[in-house]
T-cell receptor
Framework: QQPVQSPQAVILREGEDAVINCSSSKALYSVHWYRQKHGEAPVFLMI?????EQMRHEKISASFNEKKQQSSLYLTASQLSYSGTYFCGTEEAGGTSYGKLTFGQGTILTVHP | GAVVSQHPSRVICKSGTSVKIECRSL??????MFWYRQFPKQSLMLMAT?????????EQGVEKDKFLINHASLTLSTLTVTSAHPEDSSFYIC??????????FGEGSRLTVL
């Protein structure tokens, strides 16, 4: 079952912050975050494994609450280059296919000057 | 540089013809590759897991006779869309799993069936 992302779209001005959430109905082993620009393939941002850890990639960080089966992506002091569609991808705990991800529906982030 | 190379990036074909898409892992050997399909403004949907030297594993609802996958070597997987129809028009993307679990995606292949 597909994880649910919220919000569906975010519009920011440069320098503002945003949070994107990803929620699953299933127990998770890991959560991935990817960014996709229009007409291009997704690009990996970070992976979070169960354990409630936080990760950081430049001014983008993420957290994973395995008990709540939720992850959040935090974009701080947004830049124009952050614009794109953000997808979370979840890997189920105890899954039979290693590396198999189910992606959320995506969150469209637009950063204006 | 690119970790995964996909070819062709765009293809237009007539209804009823077959189209082959290649996915190459450039940096490391990949016993497993993943094929996704993405319709406009939608998410990535896993179609199948390509396994080197054995049959691919297809997701529920994906016709294995229509979407033929061959993973003959540790660096190459191919997806053939047989007897393509307009509803098969989509963005097809392959991916390879890195050593720390992240997915590296190919550039994607945009298929348009007329």
């Amino acid at each position: 079952q597909q994880p649910v992302q919220s919000p569906q779209a975010v519009i920011l001005r440069e320098g503002e912050d945003a949070v994107i959430n990803c929620s699953s109905s299933k127990a998770l082993y890991s959560v991935h975050w990817y960014r996709q620009k229009h007409g291009e393939a997704p690009v990996f941002l970070m992976i979070l494994l169960k354990g409630g850890e936080q990760m950081r990639h430049e001014k983008i960080s993420a957290s994973f609450n395995e008990k709540k089966q939720q992850s959040s992506l935090y974009l701080t002091a947004s830049q124009l280059s952050y614009s794109g569609t953000y997808f979370c991808g979840t890997e189920e705990a105890g899954g039979t296919s290693y590396g198999k991800l189910t992606f959320g529906q995506g969150t469209i982030l637009t950063v204006h000057p | 540089g690119a970790v995964v190379s996909q070819h062709p990036s765009r293809v237009i074909c007539k209804s009823g013809t077959s189209v082959k898409i290649e996915c190459r892992s450039l940096d490391f050997q990949a016993t497993t590759m993943f094929w996704y399909r993405q319709f406009p403004k939608q998410s990535l949907m896993l179609m199948a897991t390509s396994n080197e030297g054995s049959k691919a594993t297809y997701e529920q609802g994906v016709e294995k006779d229509k979407f033929l996958i061959n993973h003959a070597s540790l660096t190459l997987s191919t997806l053939t869309v047989t007897s393509a129809h307009p509803e098969d028009s989509s963005f097809y993307i392959c991916s390879v799993e890195g050593v720390t679990g992240e997915l590296f995606f190919g550039e994607g292949s945009r298929l348009t069936v007329l």
